[in-house]
Protein backbone atom coordinates (compact mmCIF):
# COMPACT_ATOMS: atom_id res chain seq x y z
CA UNK A 1 0.00 0.00 0.00
CA UNK A 2 0.79 3.58 -1.38
CA UNK A 3 2.60 5.47 2.01
CA UNK A 4 0.59 8.92 1.96
CA UNK A 5 2.40 10.63 5.20
CA UNK A 6 5.61 11.41 6.85
CA UNK A 7 7.67 8.72 8.85
CA UNK A 8 5.67 7.71 11.64
CA UNK A 9 9.10 8.32 14.45
CA UNK A 10 7.43 6.93 17.04
CA UNK A 11 6.64 3.44 15.59
CA UNK A 12 9.96 3.58 14.24
CA UNK A 13 11.14 4.00 17.40
CA UNK A 14 9.14 1.30 19.04
CA UNK A 15 10.60 -1.26 15.92
CA UNK A 16 14.07 -0.31 17.09
CA UNK A 17 13.34 -1.68 20.69
CA UNK A 18 11.34 -4.35 19.36
CA UNK A 19 14.89 -5.20 17.55
CA UNK A 20 16.77 -5.15 20.81
CA UNK A 21 14.13 -6.79 23.34
CA UNK A 22 11.55 -8.43 21.33
CA UNK A 23 10.71 -10.91 24.57
CA UNK A 24 9.35 -6.76 26.53
CA UNK A 25 6.50 -7.13 23.64
CA UNK A 26 2.95 -8.43 23.93
CA UNK A 27 0.08 -7.48 22.18
CA UNK A 28 2.40 -4.48 20.67
CA UNK A 29 2.47 -3.66 23.83
CA UNK A 30 5.64 -2.80 26.19
CA UNK A 31 5.55 -4.72 29.58
CA UNK A 32 7.31 -2.65 31.67
CA UNK A 33 8.06 -5.11 34.24
CA UNK A 34 10.00 -7.20 31.75
CA UNK A 35 12.18 -4.43 30.75
CA UNK A 36 13.06 -3.96 33.90
CA UNK A 37 14.09 -7.49 34.80
CA UNK A 38 16.04 -7.54 31.75
CA UNK A 39 18.34 -4.13 32.91
CA UNK A 40 17.78 -5.17 35.98
CA UNK A 41 20.27 -2.55 38.91
CA UNK A 42 20.41 -0.48 35.41
CA UNK A 43 16.66 1.18 36.09
CA UNK A 44 16.87 4.28 38.47
CA UNK A 45 13.77 4.35 40.64
CA UNK A 46 11.77 7.65 39.31
CA UNK A 47 12.61 9.07 42.80
CA UNK A 48 15.94 8.79 42.38
CA UNK A 49 18.52 11.95 41.95
CA UNK A 50 19.54 11.59 38.47
CA UNK A 51 21.97 14.53 36.00
CA UNK A 52 19.51 15.83 33.59
CA UNK A 53 19.15 18.93 31.30
CA UNK A 54 15.62 20.65 31.62
CA UNK A 55 13.88 24.02 30.39
CA UNK A 56 10.95 24.84 29.65
CA UNK A 57 8.87 23.94 26.23
CA UNK A 58 11.27 20.38 26.24
CA UNK A 59 8.24 17.52 26.25
CA UNK A 60 6.47 19.97 23.90
CA UNK A 61 9.62 19.25 21.37
CA UNK A 62 9.01 15.64 21.67
CA UNK A 63 5.82 16.17 20.62
CA UNK A 64 6.64 18.15 17.69
CA UNK A 65 9.24 15.54 16.65
CA UNK A 66 6.45 12.78 16.90
CA UNK A 67 3.84 15.10 14.95
CA UNK A 68 3.35 13.84 11.69
CA UNK A 69 3.67 16.66 8.55
CA UNK A 70 0.94 16.99 6.31
CA UNK A 71 2.85 19.14 3.95
CA UNK A 72 4.87 17.75 0.71
CA UNK A 73 7.71 19.50 -1.17
CA UNK A 74 6.60 20.91 -4.77
CA UNK A 75 8.34 21.27 -7.70
CA UNK A 76 10.25 24.97 -8.41
CA UNK A 77 8.86 26.09 -11.56
CA UNK A 78 12.13 28.43 -12.19
CA UNK A 79 13.20 27.19 -16.14
CA UNK A 80 16.41 28.61 -15.63
CA UNK A 81 18.11 26.06 -12.70
CA UNK A 82 20.82 23.24 -14.28
CA UNK A 83 18.97 20.35 -13.65
CA UNK A 84 21.34 17.35 -11.53
CA UNK A 85 21.26 14.84 -8.88
CA UNK A 86 21.60 17.65 -5.94
CA UNK A 87 19.11 19.09 -3.90
CA UNK A 88 17.27 22.74 -2.90
CA UNK A 89 14.44 23.58 -0.89
CA UNK A 90 13.09 26.32 0.35
CA UNK A 91 11.34 25.73 3.39
CA UNK A 92 11.17 25.20 7.13
CA UNK A 93 13.47 22.73 7.40
CA UNK A 94 11.49 21.33 10.78
CA UNK A 95 8.81 20.00 8.27
CA UNK A 96 11.66 19.45 5.21
CA UNK A 97 13.74 17.14 7.82
CA UNK A 98 10.07 15.02 8.92
CA UNK A 99 9.49 14.56 5.09
CA UNK A 100 13.12 13.31 4.73
CA UNK A 101 12.85 10.61 7.27
CA UNK A 102 11.06 8.40 4.80
CA UNK A 103 13.88 8.04 2.21
CA UNK A 104 16.77 9.65 3.59
CA UNK A 105 17.14 7.65 6.32
CA UNK A 106 20.69 6.64 7.23
CA UNK A 107 21.79 7.77 3.93
CA UNK A 108 23.41 11.36 4.81
CA UNK A 109 27.30 10.56 5.53
CA UNK A 110 27.61 14.33 7.13
CA UNK A 111 25.51 17.31 8.24
CA UNK A 112 26.97 20.82 8.53
CA UNK A 113 24.90 23.58 10.00
CA UNK A 114 25.45 27.29 10.81
CA UNK A 115 21.86 27.77 12.81
CA UNK A 116 20.92 30.93 14.41
CA UNK A 117 23.36 32.23 17.19
CA UNK A 118 20.33 34.00 18.97
CA UNK A 119 21.54 37.49 19.07
CA UNK A 120 19.52 39.79 20.05
CA UNK A 121 16.07 38.90 18.28
CA UNK A 122 13.65 35.95 18.20
CA UNK A 123 13.02 33.60 16.19
CA UNK A 124 10.87 32.97 12.96
CA UNK A 125 11.41 29.04 14.04
CA UNK A 126 8.08 28.71 16.62
CA UNK A 127 6.94 25.55 16.25
CA UNK A 128 3.71 24.24 16.91
CA UNK A 129 3.15 20.40 17.39
CA UNK A 130 -0.39 20.58 16.24
CA UNK A 131 -0.53 22.23 12.83
CA UNK A 132 2.97 22.20 11.64
CA UNK A 133 2.49 23.32 7.94
CA UNK A 134 -0.23 26.06 8.84
CA UNK A 135 1.64 27.08 11.23
CA UNK A 136 4.99 27.40 8.91
CA UNK A 137 3.15 29.30 6.53
CA UNK A 138 1.76 31.79 9.33
CA UNK A 139 4.89 32.57 10.18
CA UNK A 140 6.58 33.13 6.62
CA UNK A 141 3.10 35.19 5.97
CA UNK A 142 1.84 32.83 3.02
CA UNK A 143 -1.75 33.71 3.94
CA UNK A 144 -1.35 37.29 3.20
CA UNK A 145 -0.45 38.68 0.27
CA UNK A 146 3.27 39.27 0.98
CA UNK A 147 4.65 36.36 0.54
CA UNK A 148 7.88 36.77 2.78
CA UNK A 149 8.56 37.00 6.43
CA UNK A 150 10.61 38.96 8.76
CA UNK A 151 11.95 37.93 12.75
CA UNK A 152 10.83 40.09 15.38
CA UNK A 153 13.11 42.16 17.49
CA UNK A 154 10.76 42.12 20.30
CA UNK A 155 12.17 40.03 23.17
CA UNK A 156 10.16 37.54 25.31
CA UNK A 157 12.15 36.77 28.58
CA UNK A 158 13.17 33.19 27.19
CA UNK A 159 15.66 33.93 25.19
CA UNK A 160 17.95 30.17 26.07
CA UNK A 161 14.53 28.55 26.48
CA UNK A 162 13.07 29.55 22.60
CA UNK A 163 16.47 28.83 21.41
CA UNK A 164 16.33 25.67 22.83
CA UNK A 165 13.18 24.40 22.05
CA UNK A 166 14.13 25.59 18.19
CA UNK A 167 17.49 23.33 17.79
CA UNK A 168 16.29 20.62 20.22
CA UNK A 169 13.57 18.59 17.10
CA UNK A 170 15.94 19.64 14.41
CA UNK A 171 19.16 17.49 15.90
CA UNK A 172 16.62 14.93 17.16
CA UNK A 173 15.17 14.57 13.29
CA UNK A 174 18.24 14.99 11.38
CA UNK A 175 20.47 12.36 13.58
CA UNK A 176 17.60 9.79 11.80
CA UNK A 177 19.74 10.54 8.40
CA UNK A 178 22.90 9.98 9.20
CA UNK A 179 24.38 7.41 8.11
CA UNK A 180 26.39 4.59 11.09
CA UNK A 181 29.34 6.15 10.40
CA UNK A 182 27.98 9.93 9.61
CA UNK A 183 29.08 12.86 11.24
CA UNK A 184 27.47 16.31 12.00
CA UNK A 185 29.57 19.74 12.31
CA UNK A 186 27.66 22.39 14.19
CA UNK A 187 29.20 26.38 14.07
CA UNK A 188 27.97 27.94 17.02
CA UNK A 189 29.53 31.33 19.32
CA UNK A 190 29.79 31.60 23.13
CA UNK A 191 26.12 32.62 23.50
CA UNK A 192 24.77 28.80 22.72
CA UNK A 193 27.92 26.73 22.75
CA UNK A 194 27.39 25.33 26.25
CA UNK A 195 23.66 24.09 25.83
CA UNK A 196 24.31 22.78 22.46
CA UNK A 197 26.74 20.90 24.02
CA UNK A 198 24.26 19.31 26.44
CA UNK A 199 21.46 19.00 23.75
CA UNK A 200 23.69 17.04 21.48
CA UNK A 201 25.04 14.97 24.46
CA UNK A 202 21.44 13.89 24.83
CA UNK A 203 20.72 13.49 21.05
CA UNK A 204 23.93 11.71 19.68
CA UNK A 205 25.52 10.34 23.53
CA UNK A 206 28.57 12.33 25.09
CA UNK A 207 30.24 8.91 24.13
CA UNK A 208 29.58 10.20 20.51
CA UNK A 209 31.56 13.73 20.98
CA UNK A 210 34.55 14.01 18.42
CA UNK A 211 36.06 16.89 19.41
CA UNK A 212 35.37 20.83 19.51
CA UNK A 213 37.32 23.01 16.56
CA UNK A 214 38.04 26.67 17.10
CA UNK A 215 38.20 28.73 14.22
CA UNK A 216 39.93 31.94 13.72
CA UNK A 217 36.98 34.15 12.06
CA UNK A 218 38.65 38.07 12.09
CA UNK A 219 41.85 38.61 12.45
CA UNK A 220 41.47 42.57 13.01
CA UNK A 221 41.08 43.75 16.44
CA UNK A 222 37.01 44.64 17.68
CA UNK A 223 37.87 47.95 19.71
CA UNK A 224 34.49 48.86 20.60
CA UNK A 225 34.07 45.69 23.01
CA UNK A 226 35.45 44.98 26.38
CA UNK A 227 37.35 41.91 24.30
CA UNK A 228 37.96 41.20 20.75
CA UNK A 229 35.93 38.09 19.73
CA UNK A 230 37.65 36.25 16.82
CA UNK A 231 36.82 33.12 17.34
CA UNK A 232 33.55 30.75 16.99
CA UNK A 233 33.14 27.18 17.85
CA UNK A 234 32.66 24.00 15.55
CA UNK A 235 31.48 21.57 17.47
CA UNK A 236 31.72 17.48 16.00
CA UNK A 237 29.57 14.88 17.02
CA UNK A 238 29.03 10.89 14.96
CA UNK A 239 26.31 8.85 14.77
CA UNK A 240 28.69 6.10 15.97
CA UNK A 241 32.19 7.24 17.15
CA UNK A 242 34.07 4.01 16.80
CA UNK A 243 32.12 3.76 12.90
CA UNK A 244 33.42 7.17 12.11
CA UNK A 245 37.24 7.17 13.45
CA UNK A 246 37.95 4.18 11.40
CA UNK A 247 36.49 6.26 8.39
CA UNK A 248 37.82 9.58 9.56
CA UNK A 249 40.10 10.92 6.31
CA UNK A 250 43.33 12.82 6.66
CA UNK A 251 44.56 16.38 5.22
CA UNK A 252 45.98 17.02 2.25
CA UNK A 253 49.52 17.03 2.53
CA UNK A 254 50.50 20.96 2.56
CA UNK A 255 53.60 22.80 0.35
CA UNK A 256 55.11 23.48 4.02
CA UNK A 257 54.92 19.96 4.84
CA UNK A 258 56.42 18.63 1.38
CA UNK A 259 59.12 21.17 2.05
CA UNK A 260 60.35 18.90 4.88
CA UNK A 261 60.76 16.07 2.62
CA UNK A 262 64.73 16.07 0.87
CA UNK A 263 66.71 13.38 0.06
CA UNK A 264 70.37 14.82 1.03
CA UNK A 265 71.92 11.26 1.04
CA UNK A 266 70.94 10.55 -2.60
CA UNK A 267 68.65 7.41 -0.98
CA UNK A 268 67.06 5.61 -3.49
CA UNK A 269 63.84 4.93 -1.61
CA UNK A 270 63.02 8.61 -2.53
CA UNK A 271 62.47 11.70 -0.72
CA UNK A 272 62.60 11.60 2.97
CA UNK A 273 62.66 13.71 6.45
CA UNK A 274 64.63 12.86 9.67
CA UNK A 275 62.42 12.31 13.13
CA UNK A 276 63.54 12.07 16.89
CA UNK A 277 65.19 8.91 18.08
CA UNK A 278 64.08 9.50 21.80
CA UNK A 279 60.94 9.72 23.74
CA UNK A 280 60.30 9.67 27.20
CA UNK A 281 61.79 7.02 30.14
CA UNK A 282 58.57 6.51 31.61
CA UNK A 283 57.54 3.11 30.14
CA UNK A 284 61.13 2.57 28.93
CA UNK A 285 62.26 -1.08 29.01
CA UNK A 286 65.88 -2.06 29.81
CA UNK A 287 66.57 -2.61 25.78
CA UNK A 288 66.12 1.16 25.22
CA UNK A 289 68.75 2.03 27.12
CA UNK A 290 72.15 1.65 25.39
CA UNK A 291 75.37 3.93 24.29
CA UNK A 292 75.25 4.77 20.36
CA UNK A 293 78.32 5.43 18.14
CA UNK A 294 78.08 7.71 15.48
CA UNK A 295 80.03 7.13 12.17
CA UNK A 296 82.89 9.65 13.02
CA UNK A 297 83.31 7.61 16.31
CA UNK A 298 81.31 10.40 19.24
CA UNK A 299 79.20 8.25 22.01
CA UNK A 300 76.02 9.38 22.25
CA UNK A 301 73.48 8.64 25.44
CA UNK A 302 69.83 9.57 25.17
CA UNK A 303 69.21 12.47 27.07
CA UNK A 304 68.31 12.66 30.59
CA UNK A 305 64.98 11.41 31.49
CA UNK A 306 64.58 10.00 28.09
CA UNK A 307 65.28 6.93 26.02
CA UNK A 308 65.20 5.38 22.62
CA UNK A 309 62.44 4.96 21.09
CA UNK A 310 63.94 1.47 19.29
CA UNK A 311 65.42 -1.45 20.73
CA UNK A 312 69.58 -1.79 20.42
CA UNK A 313 68.27 -4.71 17.90
CA UNK A 314 65.67 -3.03 16.08
CA UNK A 315 68.57 0.08 16.01
CA UNK A 316 71.28 -1.91 14.38
CA UNK A 317 68.94 -3.31 11.61
CA UNK A 318 67.84 0.08 10.73
CA UNK A 319 71.65 1.11 10.78
CA UNK A 320 71.82 -1.54 8.31
CA UNK A 321 68.90 -0.70 5.82
CA UNK A 322 70.16 3.28 6.17
CA UNK A 323 67.31 4.49 7.95
CA UNK A 324 69.24 6.43 10.51
CA UNK A 325 70.36 10.01 9.93
CA UNK A 326 73.87 10.96 11.92
CA UNK A 327 73.92 14.46 9.62
CA UNK A 328 75.98 15.25 6.61
CA UNK A 329 79.39 14.76 8.93
CA UNK A 330 78.49 11.94 11.16
CA UNK A 331 78.41 13.91 14.15
CA UNK A 332 75.03 14.69 14.72
CA UNK A 333 72.73 12.93 17.30
CA UNK A 334 71.25 10.27 15.57
CA UNK A 335 67.54 10.88 13.97
CA UNK A 336 65.21 8.19 12.20
CA UNK A 337 64.59 8.69 8.25
CA UNK A 338 60.58 8.84 7.36
CA UNK A 339 60.44 8.19 3.66
CA UNK A 340 57.27 10.16 2.08
CA UNK A 341 56.66 7.01 -0.03
CA UNK A 342 56.20 4.85 3.13
CA UNK A 343 53.46 7.21 4.90
CA UNK A 344 50.00 7.50 5.20
CA UNK A 345 49.74 10.47 2.83
CA UNK A 346 47.89 12.94 4.85
CA UNK A 347 47.80 15.06 8.16
CA UNK A 348 46.16 14.57 11.26
CA UNK A 349 43.65 17.69 11.34
CA UNK A 350 43.98 19.74 14.15
CA UNK A 351 41.41 21.28 16.01
CA UNK A 352 42.90 24.83 16.13
CA UNK A 353 42.21 26.62 12.68
CA UNK A 354 43.63 29.90 11.59
CA UNK A 355 42.76 32.09 9.43
CA UNK A 356 45.59 31.35 6.80
CA UNK A 357 44.42 28.34 6.72
CA UNK A 358 40.36 28.66 6.33
CA UNK A 359 39.77 32.07 5.54
CA UNK A 360 37.69 34.76 7.56
CA UNK A 361 34.34 36.05 7.56
CA UNK A 362 35.63 38.86 5.79
CA UNK A 363 37.23 36.58 3.17
CA UNK A 364 33.79 34.97 2.85
CA UNK A 365 31.71 38.57 1.86
CA UNK A 366 34.32 39.25 -0.41
CA UNK A 367 33.81 36.35 -1.92
CA UNK A 368 30.30 36.57 -2.01
CA UNK A 369 30.41 39.87 -3.43
CA UNK A 370 32.21 38.84 -6.07
CA UNK A 371 30.29 35.54 -7.04
CA UNK A 372 27.22 38.26 -7.37
CA UNK A 373 29.16 40.94 -9.30
CA UNK A 374 30.43 43.22 -6.81
CA UNK A 375 26.82 43.54 -5.13
CA UNK A 376 26.29 43.03 -1.25
CA UNK A 377 24.08 39.88 -0.29
CA UNK A 378 24.90 38.85 3.38
CA UNK A 379 27.14 40.15 5.69
CA UNK A 380 27.91 36.95 7.92
CA UNK A 381 28.84 33.72 5.29
CA UNK A 382 30.83 31.17 6.41
CA UNK A 383 34.00 30.50 4.18
CA UNK A 384 34.40 28.26 1.32
CA UNK A 385 37.75 26.64 2.32
CA UNK A 386 36.38 26.32 6.01
CA UNK A 387 33.50 23.93 4.63
CA UNK A 388 36.00 21.89 2.10
CA UNK A 389 38.38 20.81 4.73
CA UNK A 390 35.12 19.55 6.88
CA UNK A 391 33.73 17.46 3.84
CA UNK A 392 37.47 16.65 3.17
CA UNK A 393 37.66 15.13 6.81
CA UNK A 394 34.45 13.12 6.61
CA UNK A 395 33.45 12.21 3.07
CA UNK A 396 34.15 10.05 0.00
CA UNK A 397 33.03 9.77 -3.28
CA UNK A 398 29.22 9.68 -3.86
CA UNK A 399 28.43 10.43 0.13
CA UNK A 400 25.59 13.29 0.51
CA UNK A 401 26.13 16.36 2.98
CA UNK A 402 22.90 18.54 4.23
CA UNK A 403 22.55 21.32 5.50
CA UNK A 404 19.28 22.42 6.28
CA UNK A 405 20.43 26.15 7.46
CA UNK A 406 21.92 26.52 4.35
CA UNK A 407 22.16 30.78 4.37
CA UNK A 408 24.18 31.93 1.22
CA UNK A 409 24.80 28.59 0.16
CA UNK A 410 28.44 28.35 1.06
CA UNK A 411 27.93 24.09 2.13
CA UNK A 412 26.68 23.15 -1.98
CA UNK A 413 29.69 25.62 -3.38
CA UNK A 414 32.21 23.96 -1.29
CA UNK A 415 30.99 20.41 -2.64
CA UNK A 416 31.01 21.44 -6.11
CA UNK A 417 34.77 23.11 -5.56
CA UNK A 418 35.96 19.95 -3.57
CA UNK A 419 34.53 17.62 -6.63
CA UNK A 420 36.18 19.61 -9.36
CA UNK A 421 39.29 19.42 -7.37
CA UNK A 422 39.41 15.65 -6.16
CA UNK A 423 37.05 14.31 -8.92
CA UNK A 424 34.55 12.69 -7.02
CA UNK A 425 30.64 12.70 -7.09
CA UNK A 426 29.67 14.13 -3.79
CA UNK A 427 25.99 14.92 -3.71
CA UNK A 428 24.52 18.04 -1.29
CA UNK A 429 20.95 18.67 0.07
CA UNK A 430 20.28 22.45 0.95
CA UNK A 431 17.36 23.68 2.93
CA UNK A 432 17.11 27.71 3.68
CA UNK A 433 13.97 29.13 4.74
CA UNK A 434 12.28 31.69 2.53
CA UNK A 435 12.74 34.73 5.50
CA UNK A 436 12.46 38.14 4.57
CA UNK A 437 15.95 40.12 3.75
CA UNK A 438 16.04 43.71 5.52
CA UNK A 439 14.57 46.42 3.47
CA UNK A 440 16.99 48.64 3.85
CA UNK A 441 19.52 46.00 3.05
CA UNK A 442 21.92 45.73 -0.39
CA UNK A 443 20.20 42.25 -0.80
CA UNK A 444 16.92 43.80 -0.64
CA UNK A 445 17.74 46.56 -2.91
CA UNK A 446 19.48 44.22 -5.22
CA UNK A 447 16.17 42.46 -6.20
CA UNK A 448 16.96 39.36 -3.57
CA UNK A 449 13.92 39.50 -1.36
CA UNK A 450 14.38 36.20 0.31
CA UNK A 451 17.13 34.40 1.63
CA UNK A 452 16.76 31.36 -0.10
CA UNK A 453 16.62 33.79 -3.38
CA UNK A 454 20.25 34.23 -2.56
CA UNK A 455 20.74 30.63 -2.12
CA UNK A 456 19.54 29.60 -5.20
CA UNK A 457 21.04 32.47 -6.90
CA UNK A 458 24.79 31.51 -5.67
CA UNK A 459 24.35 27.60 -6.80
CA UNK A 460 23.28 28.69 -10.55
CA UNK A 461 26.46 31.14 -10.80
CA UNK A 462 29.02 28.59 -8.91
CA UNK A 463 27.75 25.99 -11.12
CA UNK A 464 28.72 28.29 -14.34
CA UNK A 465 31.74 29.88 -12.56
CA UNK A 466 33.30 26.10 -11.85
CA UNK A 467 31.37 24.84 -15.47
CA UNK A 468 30.04 22.31 -13.04
CA UNK A 469 28.25 19.07 -14.72
CA UNK A 470 25.83 18.54 -12.05
CA UNK A 471 22.85 20.89 -11.33
CA UNK A 472 20.14 20.74 -8.52
CA UNK A 473 16.81 20.01 -8.32
CA UNK A 474 14.53 22.64 -6.89
CA UNK A 475 11.82 22.22 -4.24
CA UNK A 476 9.26 24.71 -2.14
CA UNK A 477 7.59 23.29 1.02
CA UNK A 478 3.52 23.42 0.73
CA UNK A 479 0.63 22.11 1.38
CA UNK A 480 -0.08 18.22 0.92
CA UNK A 481 -1.94 17.51 -2.46
CA UNK A 482 -4.23 15.07 -0.54
CA UNK A 483 -7.08 16.60 1.53
CA UNK A 484 -6.45 16.52 5.06
CA UNK A 485 -9.42 15.76 7.31
CA UNK A 486 -8.11 15.27 10.49
CA UNK A 487 -8.61 18.94 11.70
CA UNK A 488 -12.11 19.49 10.79
CA UNK A 489 -12.80 21.19 14.33
CA UNK A 490 -11.00 23.72 12.77
CA UNK A 491 -13.25 24.76 9.78
CA UNK A 492 -15.97 26.73 11.67
CA UNK A 493 -17.36 28.09 8.48
CA UNK A 494 -18.56 24.96 7.36
CA UNK A 495 -22.00 23.65 7.86
CA UNK A 496 -23.46 20.28 9.07
CA UNK A 497 -23.79 18.66 5.59
CA UNK A 498 -20.12 19.83 4.79
CA UNK A 499 -18.23 18.02 8.15
CA UNK A 500 -20.62 15.27 7.51
CA UNK A 501 -19.02 14.19 4.06
CA UNK A 502 -15.74 15.03 5.18
CA UNK A 503 -15.77 12.50 7.76
CA UNK A 504 -17.39 10.14 5.62
CA UNK A 505 -14.41 10.75 3.08
CA UNK A 506 -12.84 10.17 6.00
CA UNK A 507 -14.28 7.02 7.19
CA UNK A 508 -13.83 5.29 3.91
CA UNK A 509 -10.03 6.77 3.04
CA UNK A 510 -11.02 7.91 -0.01
CA UNK A 511 -7.68 9.86 -2.04
CA UNK A 512 -9.20 13.38 -2.63
CA UNK A 513 -7.01 15.50 -4.06
CA UNK A 514 -7.01 19.20 -3.87
CA UNK A 515 -7.85 21.23 -6.80
CA UNK A 516 -5.31 22.99 -9.19
CA UNK A 517 -2.87 19.63 -7.91
CA UNK A 518 -0.41 19.40 -10.65
CA UNK A 519 0.74 15.83 -11.92
CA UNK A 520 4.41 16.25 -11.09
CA UNK A 521 4.21 16.99 -7.53
CA UNK A 522 2.04 14.80 -6.82
CA UNK A 523 4.36 12.40 -8.35
CA UNK A 524 7.33 13.61 -6.35
CA UNK A 525 4.72 13.40 -2.88
CA UNK A 526 3.83 9.73 -3.32
CA UNK A 527 7.90 9.26 -4.34
CA UNK A 528 9.30 10.90 -1.38
CA UNK A 529 7.00 9.86 1.18
CA UNK A 530 7.69 5.74 0.21
CA UNK A 531 11.04 5.76 -0.23
CA UNK A 532 12.35 7.18 -3.67
CA UNK A 533 15.00 10.03 -3.08
CA UNK A 534 14.59 13.85 -4.44
CA UNK A 535 17.05 12.95 -6.91
CA UNK A 536 15.77 9.47 -8.29
CA UNK A 537 15.46 8.94 -11.79
CA UNK A 538 11.89 10.25 -13.53
CA UNK A 539 11.19 10.51 -17.02
CA UNK A 540 8.01 10.81 -18.66
CA UNK A 541 7.69 8.41 -21.34
CA UNK A 542 4.96 7.66 -23.92
CA UNK A 543 3.98 4.17 -24.86
CA UNK A 544 1.46 3.89 -27.69
CA UNK A 545 -1.52 5.86 -26.34
CA UNK A 546 -0.36 5.87 -22.50
CA UNK A 547 1.90 8.70 -21.00
CA UNK A 548 3.30 7.88 -18.05
CA UNK A 549 5.77 9.21 -15.19
CA UNK A 550 9.03 6.50 -14.70
CA UNK A 551 10.83 6.63 -11.60
CA UNK A 552 13.60 3.89 -10.41
CA UNK A 553 15.47 3.97 -7.60
CA UNK A 554 15.52 0.59 -5.81
CA UNK A 555 12.11 0.20 -7.03
CA UNK A 556 9.97 1.20 -10.07
CA UNK A 557 6.77 3.02 -10.05
CA UNK A 558 4.84 3.74 -13.20
CA UNK A 559 2.51 6.96 -12.67
CA UNK A 560 -0.65 7.10 -15.23
CA UNK A 561 -2.94 10.09 -15.30
CA UNK A 562 -4.69 8.60 -18.25
CA UNK A 563 -8.23 7.33 -19.56
CA UNK A 564 -7.05 3.16 -18.96
CA UNK A 565 -8.15 0.71 -20.62
CA UNK A 566 -6.89 -3.31 -20.48
CA UNK A 567 -4.58 -2.72 -23.40
CA UNK A 568 -2.38 -0.96 -20.51
CA UNK A 569 -1.22 -4.37 -19.96
CA UNK A 570 0.67 -4.76 -23.28
CA UNK A 571 3.07 -1.83 -22.57
CA UNK A 572 3.90 -2.23 -18.56
CA UNK A 573 6.92 -4.02 -17.74
CA UNK A 574 7.07 -6.83 -15.31
CA UNK A 575 7.78 -6.46 -11.43
CA UNK A 576 6.64 -2.90 -11.33
CA UNK A 577 3.67 -0.62 -9.14
CA UNK A 578 1.53 0.91 -11.57
CA UNK A 579 0.03 4.38 -9.78
CA UNK A 580 -3.04 5.78 -11.52
CA UNK A 581 -6.85 7.16 -10.77
CA UNK A 582 -9.41 5.14 -8.91
CA UNK A 583 -12.07 7.63 -11.02
CA UNK A 584 -10.93 5.97 -14.17
CA UNK A 585 -11.50 1.81 -13.44
CA UNK A 586 -14.43 0.08 -13.28
CA UNK A 587 -14.52 -3.13 -10.89
CA UNK A 588 -13.87 -5.34 -13.46
CA UNK A 589 -10.86 -3.62 -15.00
CA UNK A 590 -9.17 -2.64 -11.33
CA UNK A 591 -9.54 -6.58 -10.66
CA UNK A 592 -8.16 -7.65 -13.90
CA UNK A 593 -5.08 -5.19 -13.73
CA UNK A 594 -4.67 -5.95 -9.56
CA UNK A 595 -4.62 -10.18 -11.03
CA UNK A 596 -1.43 -9.14 -13.39
CA UNK A 597 0.58 -6.35 -11.79
CA UNK A 598 0.97 -4.15 -8.41
CA UNK A 599 -1.85 -1.79 -8.21
CA UNK A 600 -2.38 1.35 -6.62
CA UNK A 601 -5.44 3.79 -7.02
CA UNK A 602 -5.40 7.64 -6.06
Known sequence: MLNKCSKDI??????????????????????????????????????????????????????????????????????????????????????????????????????????????????????????????????????????????????TGRRHTNWLNMIYPRLWLSRNLLKDDGVIFVSIDDDEVH?????????????????????????????????????????????????FETNRNLLPLTNEVMKRYKNPDNDTRGVWQSV?????????????????????????????????????????????????????????????????????????????????????????????????????????????????????ISTNKDDIILDFFAGSGTTAHAVMELNKEDDKNRKYILVQLPEQTDAKSEAYKNGYKKISDITKERLKRVIKKLDYKNGFKSFYLDNSNFEVFNQVEKRPNDNIEDIENLLKMSMFKENILVDGTKKIDLVYEILLKNGFTLSCELKEIQKDNYNFFVAKEQKEFWFCFDDIKEDILEVLPQNIKLICYEKVLDDSLKLNLSYHIDLETL
Open 10 to 155: KQQKLQELKQIFPEIFADEQINYDYLKEILASEVEETTSEHYSFNWFGKKECYKIIKEKTNATLKVDEDKNIPDGNNVFIEGDNLEVLKLLQTSYHKKIKMIYIDPPYNKNKDFIYKDSWSDSIKNYQLLTNQLTDDGYTSTSTNS
Open 276 to 392: SLNAQAGHATKSQFYTIKTPSGKLVEPPSGRCWSITKKVYDTYVKNNRIWFGENGNNIPRKKVFLNEIEKGLTPHTLWRADEVGTTDTAKKELIKIFDGKETLDTPKSTILIKRLIQ
Open 195 to 243: NLRKVMDEIYGEENFITSFIWEKRTTRENRRVFSINHDYILCYSKNKIN
